[in-house]
T-cell receptor, first 113, second 113 residues
């Protein structure tokens, strides 16, 4: 079971690029890496998912090195509204492995003006 | 419609009460989930339904009883809860694959007195 480790908190300023790293040293061959964002008193919101190299969407980029033992969520030009908790998940997408849905402890990102 | 709705938003109940939480989605998703989230902690998976059948029960006490009446609805029946069961209860849904993008509802804030 791949355990994830994230920084507890990070601070940044508006307009900066923010990179949040997640460590998953025992990631399995079939595991994907998924990131969610959660605002207070709301459900998590899917940000991005990847398996290897780089994935980019309209919200973020996900960088995964060749050994896949870590991943970095990159948020370009953050704003105050990006203040939230960011969770990294590592798990198999296969049906029988549903019990591997384990959220990491999360990174509390605070953006300042 | 890309929304998961949950009712009620807030619920206060005594330890001898019986209540139910309701979740609904109309995205045609065939996997639905219940999570429990305590304050400042990550969501913890409780149950997974796939094609209206319970596929995962993460060793949840029997005082929590899930039900999936049809492909759009998911209920969580509560009976004889304890104060430590007070938490935010989140419902989510996804396409057939587990660990694929999950869409979360806003949650029900439950307080057990």
């Amino acid at each position: 079971l791949a355990k994830t480790t994230q920084p507890i908190s990070m601070d940044s300023y508006e307009g900066q690029e923010v990179n949040i790293t997640c460590s998953h040293n025992n990631i399995a061959t079939n595991d994907y890496i998924t990131w969610y964002q959660q605002f207070p008193s709301q459900g998590p919101r899917f940000i991005i998912q990847g398996y290897k190299t780089k994935v980019t969407n309209e919200v973020a980029s996900l960088f995964i090195p060749a050994d896949r033992k870590s991943s970095t969520l990159s948020l370009p030009r953050v704003s105050l509204s990006d203040t939230a908790v960011y969770y990294c998940l590592v798990g198999d997408r296969l049906y029988s492995s549903a019990s591997k849905i384990i959220f990491g402890s999360g990174t509390r990102l605070s953006i300042r003006p | 419609d890309t929304e998961v709705t949950q009712t009620p938003k807030h619920l206060v109940m005594g330890m001898t009460n019986k209540k139910s939480l309701k979740c609904e989605q109309h995205m045609g998703h065939r996997a639905m989930y219940w999570y429990k989230q305590k304050a400042k902690k990550p969501p913890e998976l409780m149950f997974v339904y796939s094609y209206e059948k319970l596929s995962i029960n993460e060793s949840v006490p029997s005082r929590f009883s899930p039900e999936c009446p049809n492909s759009s609805l998911l209920n969580l029946h509560l009976h004889a809860l304890q104060p430590e069961d007070s938490a935010l209860y989140l419902c989510a849904s996804s396409q057939e694959d587990i660990n694929n993008e999950q869409f979360f509802g806003p949650g029900t804030r439950l307080t057990v007195l």
